[in-house]
């Protein structure tokens, strides 16, 4: 996922997509206490995309709120 997917993101989109993604990497995380991973990276991916998601989401709060002011 880049970045300019998620600026395309609705508010919506975006709190359903960060939801998946938490729960990907909780089930990553039961896989590797049970040596089931495949791919490794995988973490990484899913840990910079929540960022990205987070960042953007932040973003958009600041600028309604500085927008409201």
Known sequence: MTGQEVRAMGDEEITVELKKLREKLFGLRMQKVTGKVEDTASFGKA???????LTEARARALRSARAGA
């Open 47 to 53: 840990r910079k995309d929540i960022a990205r998601l």
